[in-house]
């Protein structure tokens, strides 16, 4: 009986306590309270409202750094580059810390124009096998030795390779002394090292070595950034993978020219369309090729590039300061004219680490519905811009929805182009 009662006794207690954390979650303070979050990182001079309603006392460790400035509403006001923390109380107790981190005030010239792309591979590029007939039957030496489609032939005996017209040569030399061929191949970030013996094509007495390779690869993207004190830029905001193997092209270097869009293959459901274009006539380099990584091409300029649309530098938004709601692309859907069309950000998602297809964003603008159906290839890269800030720049189509894709966030092109924004601090301590 007694155990009955201590039973009943216990449930009571749980459904009061439940019943309080529900009646708590409702109450104003623990709902502006939850929402309000550890950490805030702004630029200088820019607001952010924290909390619908003041219900707390704010005390700033440096109000030189930052001050609250609504009686109303929570809304940080930043000064000067540095950190420091915010210390809410309710009733004279503190209920939480906030750490606001001001950044040096950062801009970058928007991008927009149709670029054409050449990248030259470390190494040759294998993107296939054949099979040669010799004397005894058919055979590819490539794959005998173990090499796949996908693999970089760096080294042939010891000797770098960086273009086809190196390999001829040593096939030649293989045959004429029968002795068989040293490779260094990379393959998924790993080297390895086989040996590969030519054979004679039985049709024309040459030697060959059963693969297919390539050097370079070429095509055309969309200029998302330049930074203009260090000329560095940031393009197309995913990998460059090779049309035969599918797999990311390992860059040695490569070079950029201006482009001109002669024509439109309109996207649909289950085809994405493409911007047909051609290099400048003139096929002026204007600047090399460094990285090709999932978030883009990235090197330097040799010449300043302007858009004609949006010549000045913008200050540029974070992935936690990205919201829903109207923005605009810049690309180029006719000749070399940058334009400015009407775009929703249907998702964004505030990461704390570099991750791609960090937006949902969709065409809505008319015009360019009505030339493209949405998003085409050629148009990765274009630049998104939401109050007057760069927030990120288009990368993926949906290919059952040719009107909506993904968007790369601003901040981690910035980064993988060696961009830090979080070192352009002036004041490095956190203040007591």
């Not at 400035?69 to 309710?90: I, N």
């Not at 203009?228 to 990311?248: C, F, N, Q, R």
């Amino acid at each position: 009986m007694k155990g009955l009662k201590l039973e009943h006794i216990r449930k009571l207690f749980g459904a009061f306590l439940l019943i309080s954390l529900l009646v708590m979650g409702f109450c104003t303070p623990v709902r502006e309270l939850i929402a309000i979050p550890k950490d805030v990182v702004l630029f200088e001079g820019q607001h952010s409202k924290l909390s619908g309603k003041r219900v707390f006392e704010v005390i700033s460790s440096n109000p030189s750094i930052f001050t609250v400035d609504s009686k109303e509403t929570m809304a940080v006001a930043a000064h000067e580059s540095g950190e420091a923390d915010m210390v809410l109380q309710l009733a004279g107790f503190p209920v939480k810390t906030v750490n606001v981190k001001v950044l040096k005030d950062f801009k970058v010239l928007p991008g927009g124009q149709s670029i054409g792309v050449k990248l030259n591979a470390k190494g040759v590029l294998v993107v296939g096998h054949h099979l040669i007939q010799t004397e005894t039957g058919k055979v590819s030496p490539g794959e005998i030795a173990g090499i796949k489609v996908g693999d970089m032939i760096t080294k042939i005996n010891g000797k770098e390779i960086e273009r086809m017209s190196d390999v001829a040569p040593f096939i030649q030399n293989s045959g004429t002394t029968g002795e068989a061929l040293d490779l260094v191949v990379l393959r998924d970030s790993k080297y390895i090292q086989t040996k590969l013996k030519p054979v004679k094509d039985k049709g024309d007495s040459s030697y060959r070595i059963g693969l297919y390779i390539r050097d370079s690869a070429a095509g055309i993207g969309t200029m998302t950034f330049v930074h203009p004190e260090s000329m560095k830029y940031g393009a197309l905001g995913h990998v460059i993978s090779d049309s035969d193997t599918k797999k990311p092209i390992e860059v040695e270097d490569g070079q950029i020219m201006r482009s001109t869009v002669t024509s439109i293959q309109k996207g649909s459901n289950g085809d994405p369309g493409e911007k047909l274009a051609r290099f400048s006539p003139d096929r002026e380099v204007i600047g090399n090729i460094t990285i090709n990584s999932p978030f883009g091409i990235f090197g330097k300029l040799d010449t300043q590039i302007r858009n004609g649309i949006m010549d000045q530098a913008l200050p540029i938004a974070l992935s936690s300061q990205v919201k829903e709601g109207k923005a605009q692309i810049l690309t180029v859907v006719e000749g070399d004219k940058v334009e400015a069309f009407d775009i929703e950000v249907v998702s964004s998602v505030p990461q704390k680490a570099p991750a791609t297809k960090g937006m949902i964003v969709k065409i809505v603008d008319k015009r360019l519905l009505e030339k493209t159906g949405g998003i085409v290839q050629g148009m990765s890269g274009s630049p998104i811009i939401q109050d007057g800030k760069l927030i990120g720049a288009v990368t993926h189509v949906f290919v059952n929805d040719p009107t909506s894709g993904y968007g790369v966030h601003i901040e981690w092109m910035l980064h993988q182009a060696g961009i830090n924004i979080y070192e352009q601090q002036e004041h490095g301590k956190k203040a007591s």
